[in-house]
Every structure is written in C-alpha cells, then in structure tokens.
C-alpha cells in the first residue's frame, strides 16, 4: 500500500511539473508510471476515463471506476483477486478536478511472498543445521575438560589421592590455563602435605627420644634412688637437661609457625640493629671475639620486622659461635639492589652434601654431637622461612676444617 502510495504521489508530481504537455505526451507519460501488474485512470465528475484505459494487460481494466474529491487508499477483493488502489484528486490540464486512481494486482505479490516464505524456511533450516551441530560440538568441548575436571577433584576427595589432568596433546585455550592452574595446585598441595606429615613425624620422634630418657630416669630413680645420693644427682641433671631440650625445641617449633604468619613491618637501621646484636653477644659469650664490620658511610635502612631480622642473626650467631671456637665475623654490605647482613666463622665448616640439607627441618650433621651442643635443627630451618617471606635468600659457603659463611640476601632496600 505505502509503496503504491508513493508511486501515485511521484506520478501527481510529474503530472504538475507537465500540465501543458500534450494528450498523447500525457498518456504517454502516464504509461511510463504504470504498475506491473495494475492499472492507472484519470476519471472526471461524469465518471469517465479520461485517458483511456491504461493498463499492461486487459484483465486489470475491469476495477470499478469511482469519481471522489477525497484520498483512499484501500485493498478490495475484485473477481478472486486483491486489489489495491490509491485514489487522489488533482487539478488536471483542463483546470478542471479529476481523480487519479492507481491499481495494482495482488496475486503476484502473494506469490512472491509465498516463495519468499519457503526461501526464508529452507534458508533458515540450511543455516540452522551447522548452528545446532556447531553448538553441539562447543558444549562438548567446553563440557568435556569441566566434567574431566570435576571426575579428578572427586576422585582425589574420595582417595585421598593426587591425581593430575593429563594435558598433554591440549589445545592451549582458556579451560587449558585452568587445568594447568589446577595442576600446579595438586603439586603444591601435595608438597605441602608431605612437608607436613614429615614434620609431624620429626617433630614426634625429636619429642620421643627426651621423654623416654626423662622416663627411664624416674623409673631408675624409684627402683635404685633411695639411698644413692649420685644416682640422684646424675637423674635430677639429666632431667633437668632433657626438659630443657623439650622446651627449647617446643619454642622453635611454635616460632617456625609464627613466622610462615604475616608480620608487621617498620623501618629499620640495620646497622644499629646489628651494632645492637653485637654489644648483646659479645656480653653473652664473653670472653669470644664477636666483631660487626660496616661500611660507615652508608646509611641502611630497610622496611622489615625487627624481631624476625633479630631473630635470624641470632641463629646464624648462635650457630657461629656453637660450632666454631676462634672468632666470628658480622658484615653489612650492599650490593646492587640488594643488603646483604653475612656471619662468618672459622670452625668445624659443613661438607657439600651437609650444605644442601642444613635448612631443612630437623636436619642435623651430627646428631650425637649436636646433643652435646643442644641443637634441635630447626634454627636454619626458621631462619630460611623468615628470609624468604621478605622475598630474600640463605646462602651457605664452607669448607671442612676452615669454617663457614652464611649469608642473608635481603632485597628492595630502601636508601
Ligand atoms: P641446630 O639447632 O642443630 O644448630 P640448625 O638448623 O641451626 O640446627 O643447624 C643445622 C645443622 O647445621 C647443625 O646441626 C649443624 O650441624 C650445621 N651447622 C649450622 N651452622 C653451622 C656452622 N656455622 N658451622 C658448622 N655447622 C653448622
């Protein structure tokens, strides 16, 4: 209709700008405008037509002829066919009102449009079979890794077991990052659970071996002490000594969870720290040469816990000084970007292998001789903890017979 509209309202206009032409020009000019499949006539008051009958085909004359001063725009049924007819008033040559009605079949247009249905059914179906199996084999593979995901963590609930995502021939998408992710999870789950039971383990047999001495001496006691005044002596000493031991290996191993806690940071002078360690060592183990070497023109400052800094050198200190017998050396030194605090000896020193496995927990070079020196090995064990929760590191250097260095690398230092 809006279409047959606008065609009849271009015609009028071509109409006005030709109104001097001739009658045949104008009939010509009319002929030009007619629709396929329709008609076009200028009826005047007497209901005549006054060009003629304007039509591509005979069947389209037979539309019945109406004069009106008023616009329509309508479709009606005419001999089983619809019809839609535009019908306007104009002035025509003569000066006189005409109507100008404008016809045009339907039948095509439904045909056309039955057609376009069917094209727009077969199309859609044409483009909805890959859809459905494209989303089809998308689900799977987005599924797929999810479900696999979920069989492996439901399996390691039910087992108790480690199991991994075999990615292996993946393609290296978004879920592929997730079970990489995953796996590297299980992995540090797994470390961290066997470091655990390790350390529960050591740390039950460390607390076995003091109990039972403390034991077999009460009972000795009771059975033989009545009476046996060095056999008093000897119990009450040795229990006294193996409570001690207890005591001091409970403290570090409530200090080793402590520190894997975060702790609050301040401001330090590291060499005021050190100078401070120092005057307390120096009283402690007098008469033994304790000596802190700084260079004086640098100022260190540094963000950390003064606590747990105090705490490592007191370690590396007390270790210096436990394993070793002539002088002991601190350093504060810088290098690039980072603070390096280092305690040397020139003891006993640690063979290769030993310098691999003295940060571990519970690591010992000798135990029967560490008893005598009352080492529980967990002292480098804390220290390496703390070191590392400043994003530093523990280095040891020795050698058998001509002592050792242990050093703390501390970075982002603040100048
Ligand atoms: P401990 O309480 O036994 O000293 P640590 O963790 O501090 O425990 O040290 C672990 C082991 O490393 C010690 O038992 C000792 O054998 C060895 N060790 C540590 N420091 C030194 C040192 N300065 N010289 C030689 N051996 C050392």
Same mark, same amino acid.
């Given at each position: 209709?809006?279409?047959?509209?606008?065609?009849?309202?271009?015609?009028?206009?071509?109409?006005? +700008?030709?109104?001097?032409?001739?009658?045949?020009?104008?009939?010509?000019?009319?002929?030009?405008?007619?629709?396929?499949?329709? /008609?076009?006539?200028?009826?005047?008051?007497?209901?005549? =037509?006054?060009?003629?009958?304007?039509?591509?085909?005979?069947?389209?004359?037979?539309?019945?002829?109406?004069?009106?001063?008023?616009?329509?725009?309508?479709?009606?049924?005419?001999?089983?066919?619809? #019809? &839609?007819? #535009?019908?306007?008033?104009?002035?025509?040559?003569?000066?006189?009102?005409?109507?100008?009605?404008?016809?045009?079949?339907?039948?095509?247009?439904?045909?056309? /449009?039955?057609? %376009?249905?069917?094209?727009?059914?077969?199309?859609? &179906?044409?483009? %909805?079979?890959?859809?459905?199996?494209?989303?089809?084999?998308?689900?799977?593979?987005?599924?797929?890794?999810?479900?696999?995901?979920?069989?492996? /963590?439901?399996?390691?609930?039910?087992?108790?077991?480690?199991?991994?995502? *075999?990615?292996?021939?993946?393609?290296?998408?978004?879920?592929?990052?997730?079970?990489?992710?995953?796996?590297?999870?299980?992995?540090? %789950?797994?470390?961290?659970?066997?470091?655990?039971?390790?350390? #529960?383990?050591?740390?039950?047999?460390?607390? +076995?071996?003091?109990?039972?001495?403390? +034991?077999?001496?009460?009972?000795?006691?009771?059975?033989?002490?009545?009476?046996?005044?060095?056999?008093?002596?000897?119990?009450? $000493?040795?229990?006294?000594?193996?409570? =001690?031991? /207890?005591?001091?290996?409970?403290?570090?191993?409530?200090?080793?969870?402590?520190?894997?806690? $975060?702790?609050?940071?301040?401001?330090? =002078?590291?060499?005021?720290?050190?100078?401070?360690?120092?005057?307390?060592?120096?009283?402690?183990?007098?008469?033994?040469?304790?000596?802190?070497?700084?260079?004086? +023109?640098? @100022?260190?400052?540094?963000?950390?816990?003064? *606590?747990?800094?105090?705490?490592?050198?007191?370690?590396?200190?007390?270790?210096?000084?436990?394993?070793?017998? @002539?002088?002991?050396?601190?350093?504060?030194?810088?290098?690039?970007?980072?603070?390096?605090?280092?305690?040397?000896?020139?003891?006993?020193?640690? &063979? $290769?292998?030993?310098?691999?496995?003295?940060?571990?927990?519970?690591?010992?070079? =000798?135990?029967?001789?560490?008893?005598?020196?009352?080492?529980?090995?967990?002292?480098?064990?804390? &220290?390496? #903890?703390?070191? $590392?929760?400043?994003?530093?590191?523990?280095?040891?250097?020795?050698?058998?017979?001509?002592?050792?260095?242990?050093?703390?690398?501390?970075?982002?230092?603040?100048?």
């Amino acid at each position: 209709m809006d279409q047959l509209t606008t065609h009849t309202d271009t015609l009028i206009e071509t109409i006005g +700008k030709n109104s001097s032409v001739s009658r045949e020009e104008m009939s010509d000019l009319l002929t030009a405008y007619l629709p396929t499949n329709g /008609m076009i006539r200028v009826i005047d008051e007497n209901e005549n =037509d006054v060009t003629g009958k304007l039509a591509k085909s005979q069947e389209y004359t037979d539309v019945p002829i109406e004069y009106t001063t008023t616009e329509r725009r309508e479709v009606i049924s005419f001999n089983q066919m619809d #019809v &839609a007819i #535009v019908t306007k008033p104009i002035i025509w040559q003569n000066g006189k009102i005409v109507t100008i009605q404008v016809s045009d079949h339907l039948i095509h247009m439904n045909e056309t /449009m039955q057609t %376009l249905r069917y094209v727009l059914f077969f199309s859609s &179906a044409i483009i %909805l079979i890959p859809t459905i199996i494209a989303s089809f084999l998308l689900s799977r593979f987005l599924l797929n890794p999810i479900q696999k995901l979920k069989e492996t /963590m439901q399996t390691n609930i039910s087992k108790r077991d480690w199991q991994k995502i *075999d990615i292996e021939n993946r393609s290296k998408d978004e879920l592929y990052e997730m079970e990489v992710t995953f796996n590297e999870m299980i992995d540090s %789950l797994k470390e961290n659970y066997e470091k655990q039971e390790i350390f #529960v383990s050591n740390a039950s047999h460390e607390l +076995k071996t003091p109990i039972q001495i403390i +034991k077999s001496y009460a009972q000795l006691l009771s059975r033989r002490g009545e009476g046996n005044p060095e056999l008093l002596q000897e119990s009450t $000493e040795a229990i006294d000594s193996e409570a =001690d031991r /207890m005591q001091n290996l409970v403290e570090q191993m409530l200090a080793l969870a402590k520190n894997q806690q $975060e702790q609050v940071m301040e401001t330090l =002078d590291m060499r005021e720290l050190l100078q401070q360690v120092t005057i307390t060592f120096q009283k402690a183990y007098a008469p033994r040469e304790i000596n802190l070497l700084v260079d004086e +023109k640098t @100022k260190y400052v540094w963000q950390g816990n003064p *606590d747990q800094i105090k705490q490592v050198i007191y370690i590396l200190l007390t270790n210096a000084l436990k394993y070793s017998e @002539k002088e002991v050396h601190i350093r504060l030194q810088q290098q690039n970007d980072e603070m390096i605090v280092s305690v040397q000896d020139f003891g006993e020193g640690l &063979a $290769e292998q030993d310098q691999q496995h003295i940060f571990e927990r519970f690591y010992r070079v =000798d135990r029967a001789r560490n008893r005598e020196t009352g080492g529980t090995g967990l002292g480098l064990a804390i &220290a390496k #903890v703390i070191v $590392e929760s400043y994003q530093g590191e523990i280095t040891v250097q020795s050698k058998i017979g001509e002592g050792s260095i242990f050093r703390i690398h501390l970075p982002n230092m603040d100048q």
